[in-house]
């Protein structure tokens, strides 16, 4: 059963068996019914299921997020679609204080198995606010799980992962790879939603990537391969928690590692992978972790995002320093 598939077609089908193996699952979100989605990720969804499960909401991000606690404390299991990265700050209290907390607060009596979906990342031309990278500031919060898929099989797998869990999950949607196809075997047996994998091996560098910068690693990589170096890239899928132990055993065999992300390097999420990782390999490495990403600075407009974004060169050029020591 194996199909090709643009990742929003993956993310969409990926929806469309959750809703059909669990009466319990309900869509809601602005213009997640009618219209099917900005992004059309959940096109067709409402003809077939109904306003009750389909459902379009005011443009209230923490109504929103505030209503989906509600349903999932009773017995729900709802998907909140937040239609641009920067549009979630409204709904920031709702998620690290409540939806986070809940569990705990209960002593695990209270779980509320919310996923709330958000399109993240550049490259698609926006205006302002519509193409942020915020992962690290639910990856910081504990009660939170954060997940990001770089391809149509992971998207379609890992959604359905999330849907399941009884945790609540930040699912990031890299935006720009909405329209990028795979392979996707709908009847295998998932990787673990956290387990990270290794995109393509190699010897002489790790680069470690999720989400948006995936493609833009083995970019690097095959660009690498023509000047003689062998890239070893990491999909981490997973931002907390991180699976260290895949990223330890890759930098111990190429003693070098990169981390690459979009979002900005300042207190980015390399950060963290680069202090655990000179923990842990201390004795191995030959270089220093180094960070590929954004600049510390606002989204840029659309005409400069080309220079925000990390992009083939930076990898290289990073690359090129770690192998210079």
């Given at each position: 059963?194996?199909?090709?598939?643009?990742?929003?077609?993956?993310?969409?089908?990926?929806?469309?068996?959750?809703?059909?193996?669990?009466?319990?699952?309900?869509?809601?979100?602005?213009?997640?019914?009618?219209?099917?989605?900005?992004?059309?990720?959940?096109?067709?969804?409402?003809?077939?299921?109904?306003?009750?499960?389909?459902?379009?909401?005011?443009?209230?991000?923490?109504?929103?997020?505030?209503?989906?606690?509600?349903?999932?404390?009773?017995?729900?299991?709802?998907?909140?679609?937040?239609?641009?990265?920067?549009?979630?700050?409204?709904?920031?209290?709702?998620?690290?204080?409540?939806?986070?907390?809940?569990?705990?607060?209960?002593?695990?009596?209270?779980?509320?198995?919310?996923?709330?979906?958000?399109?993240?990342?550049?490259?698609?031309?926006?205006?302002?606010?519509?193409?942020?990278?915020?992962?690290?500031?639910?990856?910081?919060?504990?009660?939170?799980?954060?997940?990001?898929?770089?391809?149509?099989?992971?998207?379609?797998?890992?959604?359905?992962?999330?849907?399941?869990?009884?945790?609540?999950?930040?699912?990031?949607?890299?935006?720009?790879?909405?329209?990028?196809?795979?392979?996707?075997?709908?009847?295998?047996?998932?990787?673990?939603?956290?387990t990270a994998v290794v995109a393509q091996q190699g010897a002489d560098v790790t680069l470690v990537a999720y989400g948006p910068m995936v493609k833009v690693c083995l970019e690097a990589a095959a660009a690498a391969a023509n000047e003689g170096r062998s890239l070893e890239v990491v999909?981490?899928?997973?931002?907390?928690?991180?699976?260290?132990?895949?990223?330890?055993?890759?930098?111990?065999?190429?003693?070098?590692?990169?981390?690459?992300?979009?979002?900005?390097?300042?207190?980015?999420?390399?950060?963290?992978?680069?202090?655990?990782?000179?923990?842990?390999?201390?004795?191995?490495?030959?270089?220093?972790?180094?960070?590929?990403?954004?600049?510390?600075?606002?989204?840029?407009?659309?005409?400069?995002?080309?220079?925000?974004?990390?992009?083939?060169?930076?990898?290289?050029?990073?690359?090129?320093?770690?192998?210079?020591?």
């Open positions: 059963m194996t199909q090709t598939m643009a990742v929003a077609k993956a993310l969409n089908e990926s929806l469309r068996k959750a809703l059909d193996n669990d009466p319990k699952v309900l869509v809601m979100g602005e213009d997640v019914g009618r219209l099917g989605g900005v992004f059309r990720i959940t096109d067709g969804l409402y003809k077939d299921f109904g306003e009750g499960r389909i459902i379009d909401t005011p443009l209230a991000e923490s109504g929103i997020v505030g209503t989906a606690i509600g349903l999932a404390l009773r017995g729900y299991r709802p998907v909140v679609e937040i239609q641009f990265d920067g549009f979630v700050f409204p709904a920031y209290d709702q998620i690290v204080t409540q939806l986070a907390k809940m569990h705990a607060r209960a002593l695990g009596k209270i779980k509320l198995p919310v996923v709330i979906r958000i399109p993240y990342g550049g490259g698609i031309g926006a205006v302002e606010h519509h193409s942020e990278s915020p992962e690290t500031l639910f990856a910081h919060v504990a009660g939170l799980k954060v997940v990001s898929p770089s391809n149509a099989s992971d998207a379609y797998w890992m959604l359905q992962q999330a849907i399941e869990c009884d945790d609540p999950v930040i699912f990031f949607e890299p935006k720009r790879r909405y329209w990028d196809k795979g392979e996707v075997n709908t009847e295998a047996v998932p990787t673990g939603l956290h999909d981490l899928r997973s931002l907390s928690p991180i699976d260290f132990d895949t990223v330890q055993a890759s930098v111990e065999k190429t003693r070098r590692l990169v981390v690459v992300h979009e979002a900005p390097v300042f207190y980015g999420s390399g950060a963290e992978i680069a202090a655990r990782i000179t923990e842990r390999c201390f004795y191995h490495l030959e270089a220093p972790v180094l960070r590929v990403g954004g600049f510390h600075a606002p989204y840029p407009p659309a005409r400069l995002e080309d220079e925000y974004l990390p992009g083939l060169d930076r990898v290289l050029d990073a690359v090129d320093r770690s192998l210079a020591y």
